[in-house]
């Protein structure tokens, strides 16, 4: 994004590249856990939330952090949990990253974001926070593990919406979301939301515990032009920007309607770990992306090692920003777009096979495999062991691509039936009606 395209919004900015106005490459961006405390018990969270960390930083350690973050030249930092304002002194860490000249903001499952917190996040300077919507009532309500959260989570954004905070939102796509996102987009547009990131659900965590969740990769060839369908005609007149994750992509015929900034040439350029972003968990370790294995990409502690010296030093976080075309392996080894892609999203391709590298969720890829009559399909072959951030082994299988009549439904609806899951679509079903039928299958 250049400033000439800047549609002057702070947080579209401060974070991209461009920010740098051709300065050397450092951190933007931020997503600081802190704390593992969280209300809810998502299906698919993949640090395994619930019970705080032992030995969480304590303020003080926080608001130091803050101002090491500063002085690396972050640009803006998003608070998550675990859930963030269950942590006493949340605003208090809030109010401090904005004094040190960075965006606040904080992602949120909102199961108890309450009047008096959004009145803590307005003073402390939030400028946006996310709520996280799984889909419609029902099965938003059983991925996120309590029942009310659905509510509690829609009627939190319509306060925000109302408040000086930016009213931003986001999804997890699996096989129970997926066909719900048509009639999901409508509501964003009804409470407000000015931005819809969605992310495909990533076998980690509690998500690694439930294989049947997870698309398979040949499930981007109906999510692509669904997301471009909605977009078209759902987001754009009621001015929500949509934003794919890290792990929508790559490249292909939908980039440039999909990608922000693509109709001015924006475009996937690799994985942003340790190079423009990076992540911070509870207790002071040191990733270059919040949601990675923290076993394998932890490089260092706050407690132990300066922040800078971390990101500058550190194998762990130098590892992914000097990756190259020799590291990647399978398909993604001699992909066209490999030079640029560099494998995708490392957390969904360490997540699934062990190593980064070679990531099947790739519709640039799906593609490529539908015009030889095949598609990838993914088995799990070893249990993830437990813990926070963990992640157990799957296997890629090539098959052959089944008849239309042959392919498996999503939550009991044929994947060609999402398109008439909007209010004005022939034969649709309306938002009760689905969450009726979802709540009797």
């Known amino acids: 994004m250049t400033a000439k395209s800047y549609d002057g919004n702070p947080t579209h900015l401060v974070r991209h590249p461009a920010a740098l106005g051709g300065g ?3 951190p933007l961006y931020c997503v600081w856990e802190i704390t593992l405390a969280c209300d809810l018990g998502c299906k698919h969270c993949g640090s395994r939330a619930g019970k705080a960390r032992p ?3 304590t303020t003080a350690e926080c608001l130091d952090m803050v101002h090491q973050l500063a002085e690396l030249g972050i640009r803006e930092v998003t608070l998550i949990g675990g859930e963030a304002y269950l942590r006493d002194d949340w605003h208090v860490i809030a109010g401090e990253v904005t004094r040190s000249g960075m965006v606040c903001g904080m992602t949120t499952g909102a199961r108890s974001l309450t009047p008096q917190r959004l009145d803590q996040a307005v003073a402390a300077g939030l400028r946006v926070i996310s709520v996280s919507i799984d889909g419609l009532e029902a099965s938003h309500d059983a991925q996120r593990g309590a029942r009310g959260s659905w509510r509690a989570a829609v009627d939190a954004s319509k306060r925000i919406a109302a408040s000086p905070i930016r009213l931003a939102t986001n999804t997890q796509v699996n096989r129970v979301s997926l066909p719900e996102l048509p009639a999901l987009a409508e509501l964003l547009g009804e409470i407000g939301s000015k931005a819809w990131q969605v992310q495909l659900s990533v076998a980690m965590g509690r998500a ?3 294989p049947e969740l997870l698309l398979q990769p040949y499930d981007l060839l109906d999510l692509f032009p669904l997301l471009v369908w909605i977009k078209e005609r759902t987001l754009d007149p009621n001015g929500v920007q949509l934003f794919p994750g890290n792990n929508v992509g790559y490249f292909g015929p939908y980039e440039q309607v999909l990608r922000y900034g693509g109709q001015g040439g924006g475009h996937w350029a690799g994985c942003s770990a340790g190079k423009y972003s990076i992540g911070l968990e509870a207790d002071g370790k040191i990733k270059g992306c919040p949601s990675l294995p923290s076993t394998e990409y932890t490089g260092g502690n706050i ?5 800078a010296d971390v990101v500058a030093h550190s194998r762990e976080l130098r590892m992914i920003r000097e990756r190259t075309v020799e590291d990647l ?3 993604c080894r001699t992909c066209y777009y490999a030079e ?3 494998g995708g999203c490392t957390w969904t391709s360490h997540c699934l096979l062990g190593r980064p590298g070679n990531n099947p969720y790739c519709i640039h890829r799906a593609l490529t495999f539908e ?3 095949l598609r990838e399909r993914v088995v799990k072959v070893e249990a993830a062991p437990g813990l926070p951030f963990d992640n157990g082994r799957f296997e890629i299988v090539v098959e052959p691509m089944p008849a239309l009549s042959d392919t498996p439904t999503l939550v009991g609806v044929p994947l ?3 398109l008439a899951l909007t209010p004005d679509s022939p034969g649709a079903w309306t938002r009760s009606e689905r969450t009726e039928r979802l709540a009797r299958d």
């Open 208 to 210: 690694a515990d439930r």
């Open 340 to 342: 640029t892609c560099k």
């Open 303 to 307: 407690r132990d090692m300066r922040l």
């Open 24 to 26: 050397p490459e450092h």
């Open 371 to 373: 015009a030889q009559g």
């Open 329 to 331: 392996w399978g398909f």
């Open 55 to 57: 030995s969480e930083l």
């Open 416 to 418: 060609p039936r999402v």
